[in-house]
Every structure is written in C-alpha cells, then in structure tokens.
C-alpha cells in the first residue's frame, strides 16, 4: 500500500469486502518517502489497524529514478508517458513487494493478497499487467506451504482493468478521502507534489475525467 | 548462496561453464550465520570477485525455526525427513531470495540466475521443487525489463534432480573444497555443525554414500 490513488482504493474495496485486513507498505529507500505518511493516514482513515511497514532498502541493488538521485521524468505528454518502459522503473519491484506480502500473507493465514497494479492509466511498467498478475498467482501457489498443504492464495488486483477515472469514481463511492492520498514520484520540499511527473500527470488527468475535483496541492501554481 | 553443498556445487558448476558471476547471499537474519562466512570463502576460492550480500531481515515477518528462538528438529530419521513441511521452512523464502536476485539479474545485465535448488534429498520445501521453479522463471519474465523488452532470464537449477552423494561427487570433480562448506542449520558455540538436525544428517549420508569423507567437524564426538 503506496498511499496512492489506486492502492488506497485497492484498499477501501478490500475493507468493503469485510475481510479482515493487515495493510502493507514499504519503506524501499524511495525518494517519495511522504507516501508513508500517506499511507499511515489512508489506513488509520479505514480503521485498518494492522498495518506493517517492512524495511527493504532496494538501493543495495542499484538505481532508478525512485530510488537514486537522478531526474524523475516531467512534463511527459501522454503518448510518451504511454510508450516503453520509463526510468522509474524499479528493477522487479512488484515481485519483491508480492514475495514479501506472500510471506506475511503465509505467516497471517491469509488467503487473499490484494494489490492496485493496473494495466489501463499506468506507466509501462510490465509488472503490472495481468497476465504478470497470474504467473505470479501460479507460481506462489506452488512455491508455499499455503499453495501445497493449504488453501492456496489468491492475488487479486480489482483494478487492473480500470481506468484512472474509474478508480476515482469508484475509490469516491467508497467514501475514501482522496485529500489523504500521495501520487507524487517527486514531492518538493514540504511534501507538495510536483505536479509535473507521469503519476501527477495520470493523477490529474484521472481527476478531470471523473469529473472529480482533485484535493491535491500542487507546487506549480503557475502555468508553464 | 548460502555456502552449503548445493549452493557452493552451483557456484562451481556456473563458474566452470565460463558465465561471469555475480554471487548473492543473504543475510535474512538466520540463526546459522556462519554460513555466510562460509559463503565468503567459498566465493573467494572460486575468484568470484562481485560476491553481493543483501540484508533482508525475515524476523520481520515472524517465526521459523531457522530465524526464531524454537527447537530445530534433531535425529530425525529418512522418513521423517522426507515427510510433509517441516517446521524450519520460511514462508516463501526462495519466493523472495530470487526476486531478489532478479533486480540484481537486471542491474548487472545477467541473463542466467543459478540456484542451488534441489528435490531430492532435501527437506520437504515446496520452492525447492522443478515446477515451482518454472512458474518463477515464466513469472520473471513477465514482470521484469529484461524479460519485456531485453534477453529474458533464465532460472538454472542445474541440481535439483541429483541426489546429495551426486552433487558431492560433482563439486568434488569441479575440485570444490567443501571444508569450507557448512550446511547445519543449528551450529554450536565456535560455529561447529551440530551433526543432528535435518541438513547436517542429510549432509553425512550424502558423503557416505558418495565415498567420499565428510571434512566437516562435527560437534558431537559420542555416538547416542
């Protein structure tokens, strides 16, 4: 759970569903660390009171532009946003945060792991896709001791096929507070969001098209 | 590579087929950290130069025998052995340790992962079996750069139909010292094997029937 819009409402569908809910976030050495904050508030916002934060610092392995001090991306239009996978990609950092979840998900005797990849507004990276999302499914159920001698586990990711709009009209029918939730790869100083990189840009975008307002606030006030 | 047989016979085996190596252990807040010091000189004998050790701390996640403070199972006879899950599987640790290694498979441009996995005379692991590791190796290649859009990566477990006395007869001709390897999973002060659990009673009949003598120094001189 990043403190975005689409695991924060991955989060309240879940919740909706009347499971009973451990929430995980991730400290990975990300530059965005005021996701966390978010995330802390979005979950205490549901009344989710299991909530881990695991310590995993993805810069012993090398950069990207989420983790290193190189320049995250800004002003993309959408075909370019669209096109390829970009420099913010984390080397296999869904398969590390799904590993990570399946154990706890194993150590909790929980049967269900839900995560907001989606394939539709998002930024080309591969491991969000749902033929990705399947092969994981398979291969953790055949990997574990809950796959093997148990239940099995499921990964559902209820978002995968939603448009950015979708998700915030249906994360707003949900009575989810979107004022709580961080998207920003590249927050300035004070915690504002850029409003200028590829999740501010799908953020914003979403918003207009929901016919939502956003609550965001956004360093730029002035129009480039 | 945790510095045991299979994963030093691994090292052996992809360092002999001429491939540039990078070697990952873990330090995943195992009870048996002498192993790692064993991983060390077992990379340094081979002139593996790039040897990277990720911290991963797995006591985030709860208990195992082989992380917590509970009683690794002693003189466990073949079938108990070979008989279900026993209690020092991880959740998911393979799951984890090679999403792990994927990232760095990625940043060092590594198209191959060895790992020393094996489902003969092993411990009754669900991810230690073939399918398992087909399922990780298609499900890394659909959520990863290098699969989408590069070389794809391949996940070798050039062991895992061998038997233990086949993989000391193997590392023995690639002229592995495997003084340097240990493989028990509850060592005594001073980092002696303790010669009863599970790996360690694996480990001898696997040299007995290989004919070959066992230079590891066992704690227990007194037969019971």
Redesign the interface.
């Known amino acids: 759970m990043s403190g975005g819009v689409d695991s924060s409402t991955t989060l309240a569908i879940a919740k909706k569903q009347g499971h009973t809910i451990t929430a995980l976030s991730f400290d990975y050495g990300q530059r965005h660390k005021y996701e966390l904050n978010a995330a802390r508030q979005i979950a205490q916002s549901l009344n989710i009171t299991d909530h881990?934060i695991?310590?995993?610092?993805?810069r012993?392995?090398?950069?990207s532009a989420l983790t290193a001090p190189i320049n995250v991306p800004k002003k993309r239009d959408e075909k370019e946003i669209g096109m390829?996978?970009p420099i913010t990609?984390?080397?296999?950092?869904?398969?590390?945060f799904?590993?990570?979840a399946?154990?706890?998900a194993?150590?909790r005797q929980a049967r269900r792991i839900f995560i907001g990849a989606n394939a539709i507004d998002y930024s080309g990276y591969?491991?969000c896709?749902p033929?990705?999302i399947k092969?994981?499914e398979?291969?953790?159920n055949?990997?574990?001791?809950?796959?093997?001698?148990g239940d099995g586990i499921t990964i559902e990711a209820p978002l995968i096929n939603s448009t950015k709009a979708d998700i915030i009209k249906r994360g707003t029918a949900l009575g989810l507070d979107f004022s709580l939730t961080f998207s920003c790869y590249d927050p300035v100083d004070g915690g504002l969001a850029c409003g200028e990189c590829d999740s501010c840009l799908l953020r914003k975008k979403g918003f207009i098209q929901a016919g939502i307002s956003d609550p965001t606030k956004y360093a730029l006030k002035v129009k480039v």
Chains 1, 2 share one sequence.
């Open positions: 881990v695991v310590n995993i610092d993805l012993q392995f090398g950069s390829g996978i990609y984390v080397p296999a950092r869904n398969t590390i799904l590993s990570l399946l154990a706890l194993e150590i591969p491991d896709r033929e990705y092969a994981f398979k291969m953790a055949l990997g574990t001791k809950a796959g093997v001698e």
